[in-house]
């Protein structure tokens, strides 16, 4: 089963727009991190946001916040107001320790187009 | 300059070939991870290190080795290149801030194999 699902390969929004990335996961751990990431064209991986399995309140960074759905199991990423800069791809990821080995888990992406 | 610094940015290398790529950091982390990104398939790790005597393998480390030269430096070895390890490779470091183990990224290595 994946760990990481993102179900949107890719989403077209009108500048202005709000607009909802989709992250499912799958772990058994109790405690664990999801993360979004931005991937511009240019090819680097920008943290956007994170969200602890034990954070009470959903995580927000400017226009960014995170829908964080426990007993779904969902972390969805919410950009408010998108802008032509937010086109890229997007990945979510979570964050699992077992017996001290830790490991970050994407992941396919959603590919972004913000439309003038 | 960059936190984390991945050297050659991009490589065209002939099959049967071996190739280096190296990540060094200024951050002062012990962590540090390599990881592979090809088209469809997101992120995935190749090898992964908490400090300089310890060296782990991640979910597709067959066909590539690594070395932790020191807390700062992590190389990644392709001892017999192919055509399908053709991807852009990362490398990255984490610590535990502000509450949680962040990550940071290198640029990426563009690596093609012909």
């Known amino acids: 089963a994946q760990k990481i699902t993102q179900t949107q390969p890719g989403m077209f929004v009108q500048e202005k727009e709000a607009v909802t990335l989709d992250c499912t996961y799958d772990?058994?751990?109790?405690?664990?991190?999801l993360f979004w990431y931005k991937q511009p064209s240019s090819g680097e991986m920008i943290f956007l946001i994170y969200?602890?399995?034990?954070?009470?309140q959903n995580a927000t960074e400017g226009r960014y916040s995170l829908n964080f759905q426990k007993a779904r199991k969902s972390a969805n990423l919410v950009i408010s107001a998108s802008q032509l800069g937010d086109s890229a791809m997007y990945f979510c990821a979570m964050r699992e320790v077992n017996f001290g080995n830790e490991k970050l888990t994407f992941g396919t992406g959603t590919r972004l187009t913000i439309i003038p | 300059d960059a936190d984390v610094t991945q050297t050659p940015r991009n490589r065209i290398t002939k099959t049967g070939k071996r190739i280096m790529l190296e990540c060094s950091q200024t951050k002062g982390h012990d962590r540090m991870y390599w990881y592979r990104q090809d088209p469809g398939l997101g992120l995935r790790l190749i090898y992964y290190s908490f400090d300089v005597k310890d060296i782990n393998k991640g979910e597709i480390s067959d066909g590539y080795s690594v070395s932790r030269q020191a807390q700062a430096k992590f190389s990644l070895s392709l001892e017999s290149a192919i055509p399908n390890q053709t991807a852009l490779y990362f490398c990255a470091t984490s610590d535990r801030t502000g509450g949680f183990y962040g990550y940071t990224f290198g640029s990426g290595t563009r690596l093609t194999v012909v």
């Open positions: 969200q602890g399995s034990y954070d009470q």
């Open positions: 772990t058994s751990d109790p405690s664990y991190g």
